[in-house]
Nanobody, 121 residues
Framework: VQLVQSGGGLVQAGAALTLSCADS????????MGWFRQSPGKERDFVAT??????VYADSVKGRFTLSRDVAKNTMYLQMNSLKPEDTAVYYC?????????????????WGQGTQVTVSS
């Protein structure tokens, strides 16, 4: 499994960004995938996950972020609206080898390379 991320960048507060995560090896299929983020000196935090039974979001992004998945294109997306300075972090996509969702990074076997999102106030 090889996850390749794109998107990210520097935006002002209130702006929107979309992150993409492509499964270039087409090996994830319908297994669970997720997004995490990590700020300097902090642990990697759960953002959202998608599995066979739906999507789960962290409270901090609920209502602002939308996770979607195009299985035919082997790509997962994270649409981020109403961005806040506290959303600044390196964002990682991840995939599991099973179809059930998980919110802890340790439960994900495969990771993208990470992409920086910076939100200025």
């Amino acid at each position: 499994v090889q996850l390749v991320q794109s998107g990210g960048g520097l935006v002002q507060a209130g702006a929107a960004l979309t992150l993409s995560c492509a499964d270039s090896g087409r090996a994830v299929g319908n297994n669970a995938m997720g997004w995490f983020r990590q700020s300097p000196g902090k642990e990697r935090d759960f953002v959202a996950t998608i599995a066979w039974n739906g999507v789960v979001y962290a409270d901090s992004v609920k209502g602002r972020f939308t996770l979607s998945r195009d299985v035919a294109k082997n790509t997962m997306y994270l649409q981020m609206n109403s961005l806040k300075p506290e959303d600044t972090a390196v964002y990682y996509c991840a995939a599991r080898s099973v179809r059930t969702a998980a919110v802890l990074p340790i439960n994900y076997e495969y990771w993208g390379q990470g992409t920086q999102v910076t939100v200025s106030s």
